[in-house]
């Protein structure tokens, strides 16, 4: 059964220097809260896994937690780069990173082969596409019954799986609603998982078809964070907070504005400070 924990001790009892990391989460529920933890916590050499990166990984690699990031897309959703990530892997500040770009089908199909066990995951992808040129994780695969061309990536075999839900049970049972990316998958494909929530209730009552409850067993840590995916949003709860998503690409863009700004709003703050913004109608 998940233990219920703070959210310094979550992350003091699971994420490790060095560890392979995905904190997911499409549109809403991203786990900020997470990711500010982290960057408190001073975790180093991180190689950061995410389908779309966004601004949490740009702040978490301006810290210089990450030494490596694998993603299919990364941005400031509707606004334009990210300028923390540029600076590392282009120019090596803080320090210098690498990167693996894979298509967005090539990324979910390795988190199922993660969650699934599997070695590496196999789908028809990447025809004519000259991501092969600079990426030797996409490889060609023959099937041995049709003889078809197909396309094989590596499993995404992670150490934590970070996540923000809606509710958890006392059991540490996890409910997902509204939009569902890959978390589901990203905590089966990881030894290790934290999933912050919006609400622990008694029991789970799913509201939507395409609910997803995780079952207790699956999950390390479950940590109490009201408001805890903001500035994105979290269906049923609150808003995505667009105008940071605008501040930030101005914030971002000169090192020592983006220092005051971490040490202001992450450095000298903690997870409580999230909870003014679970007060907001959805």
């Known amino acids: 059964m998940a233990a219920i924990l703070s959210l310094a001790q979550a992350v003091e009892d699971n994420l490790k220097d060095g560890d392979i990391v995905a904190m997911e989460g499409f549109t809403h529920l991203i786990p900020f809260a997470a990711g500010h933890e982290v960057i408190r916590q001073g975790r180093k050499r991180l190689n950061l896994i995410r389908m779309t990166p966004d601004l949490i990984y740009d702040q978490m690699i301006g810290m210089g937690c990450a030494e490596k990031v694998v993603f299919f897309w990364g941005g400031n959703p509707g606004v334009g780069s990210l300028p923390r990530f540029r600076d590392a892997h282009e120019n090596g500040w803080p320090n210098k990173i690498t990167i693996e770009e894979h298509s967005h089908a090539a990324m979910a199909n390795a988190f199922d082969a993660g969650a699934a066990g599997l070695p590496f995951a196999v789908f028809r992808g990447y025809r004519g596409a000259e991501l092969k040129r600079v990426n030797p994780n996409i490889k060609d695969i023959t099937c041995p019954f049709t003889g078809e061309k197909l396309a094989a990536v590596p499993a995404l075999k992670l150490d934590v799986a970070i996540v923000h839900a809606q509710k958890a049970d006392i059991r540490g049972n996890v409910l997902f609603e ?5 978390q589901k998958q990203a905590v089966l494909a990881a030894k290790r998982s934290i999933v912050t929530v919006e609400e622990i209730v ?23 964070v009201p408001g805890g995916a903001h500035p994105s949003y979290a269906h049923g709860y609150y808003k995505r907070d667009n105008a940071f998503y605008k501040k930030w690409d101005a914030i971002s863009r000169d090192r020592d504005s983006f220092r005051v700004w971490i040490g202001e709003h992450v450095l000298r703050k903690d997870p409580d400070a999230f909870a003014v913004h679970a007060k907001k109608a959805a």
């Not at 509204?178 to 890959?182: E, R």
């Open 178 to 182: 509204g939009i569902v990316g890959v």
């Open 202 to 224: 008694d029991t789970l009552e799913p509201h939507l078809p395409n609910a997803v409850i995780l079952p207790g067993w699956t999950v390390s840590a479950v940590v109490h």
